[in-house]
């Protein structure tokens, strides 16, 4: 998977980009309600571009994003304009690089769908370790057919996508 964000970063935004844009911009109001005076620590999981990171970071003190492809980071870093404030960093969600309780925020838009089965536990236990007790995880689930897969290979219990809508 690595290997085809990799080589299509390129082109990432013209195949998928406005449409992503209009989900992000509804991802940001819907976690705006969440944010307090802009002093918020904000973690974007499989950030790829930055097309969630950009808006998010105009609302947090703080904003990390991580992928897994170099190529995507860097596509996104090259877009970085000078005064804003985000940290791009390569790194497996499964085995996040940060201390425990360091993000108000923890935000993953469509990721889960790259997730393996096998690892499930180990990135909600991520997720769990780095955000604050008082703190919000959003996770962003694609609408069908990923959700009808992610219902049946998911081996949380009890299961979380049979609780929650998207």
């Not at 990721?111 to 096998?118: F, Q, R, V």
Request: proline share 5%.
């Amino acid at each position: 998977i690595r290997q085809q964000y990799d080589a299509f970063s390129e082109h990432y935004f013209d195949l998928f980009g406005q449409s992503q844009l209009n989900y992000a911009q509804y991802l940001v109001e819907f976690v705006s309600d969440l944010l307090e005076n802009n002093q918020n620590r904000i973690l974007d999981l499989g950030a790829g571009t930055g097309i969630l990171s950009f808006p998010l970071s105009k609302r947090s003190n703080k904003l990390v994003a991580i992928d897994f492809s170099y190529k995507m980071l860097k596509k996104g870093l090259d877009s970085t304009s000078k005064g804003e404030s985000i940290e791009w960093q390569q790194a497996d969600v499964c085995n996040l690089p940060y201390d425990s309780q360091t993000f108000d925020v923890v935000i993953s838009c469509g990721l889960i769908t790259h997730i393996l089965p096998s690892n499930f536990e180990a990135f909600v236990a991520e997720i769990s370790r780095v955000v604050t007790q008082e703190g919000h995880v959003i996770i962003s689930v694609p609408p069908l057919p990923w959700r009808r897969v992610l219902r049946q290979k998911c081996p949380l219990k009890p299961n979380f996508l049979d609780k929650y809508p998207a």
